[in-house]
């Protein structure tokens, strides 16, 4: 049975609001795993989550940052060694679920990303939802959906070009704008229809990129999937 280690959670400065969390994982493998987090110098106040092995090797990492005009986080980006991934350690679900903690912690309404087409379905394995803001990536989205006919995909495939021909013979800002969240909403069920054949990325795959975003309404609807995963991580924390 692995043993299960609470996170320790610390004030980034003295009497401020904003927490830093360092967690110790245990990976079957590998063995204990640390990730500790600290303030990442650069010309923007970001921080970083490290991953490392009881021989302090970095295995990975994250990069994040508090947004001061809303109470979110936007994550810029996750990274495992090339030579650990593709081998089922989970060190990048690992990380998530180390900036999940700090969501929590900070009493963060929503985590932020833009992924890159290739790790759609990673983050969408762990609830995240597309959360498309430009015309360009809605466009992109949609084209994605129309030009993969894959069977049992119509339904989407219908929907995305009817919008997309929406969109072309409207030119009105308010509907264009409203077009943006029917977009979202479309591949958003693409999305979870692709994770249902477990070959999402491999058979239904996006030619670009789009923002995603996970609130905390959807980690507490879902609270029972993440807190088997901390508990799989060997960490004793529950939503």
């Known amino acids: ?74 994550g810029y980006s996750i990274r495992v060694n090339p030579e650990l991934r593709q081998k089922g350690l989970r060190l990048g679900e690992l990380l998530r679920l180390s900036s999940i903690i700090e969501m929590f912690e900070n009493k963060i309404n929503k985590l932020k990303i833009y992924s890159k087409d290739t790790a759609i379905y990673f983050h969408s394995k762990y609830k995240f939802e597309p959360s498309i803001t430009s015309f360009k990536d809605r466009d992109e989205a949609l084209n994605s959906i129309i030009n993969n006919p894959q069977t049992g995909m119509e339904k989407f495939i219908q929907s995305a070009r009817q919008l997309l021909e929406k969109i072309k013979q409207h030119e009105e800002p308010e509907l264009q704008r409203e077009s943006i969240k029917e977009a979202n909403k479309i591949t958003k069920g693409y999305i979870e229809k692709a994770l249902e054949t477990k070959q999402g990325s491999e058979i239904y795959p996006f030619s670009y990129g789009m923002g995603m975003e996970l609130t905390k309404d959807t980690v507490i609807k879902n609270k029972d999937f993440y807190n088997t995963l901390f508990q799989n991580h060997g960490i004793d924390y529950k939503i």
Do not use: Q
């Not at 320790?8 to 987090?37: F, Q």
């Not at 106040?45 to 809303?70: A, C, M, P, Q, V």
């Open 1 to 74: 049975m692995i043993k299960l280690t609470p996170p320790k959670i610390t004030p980034y400065w003295l009497n401020e609001d904003r927490k830093l969390c360092d967690i110790v994982a245990h990976n079957k493998i590998l063995g204990d795993l640390t990730l500790n987090t600290k303030y990442y110098p650069d010309v923007t106040e970001r921080f970083i989550t490290e991953l490392r092995n009881k021989d302090e090797k970095i295995l990975g990492y994250e990069l994040f940052s508090f947004e001061d005009f809303s109470n979110d986080l936007f």
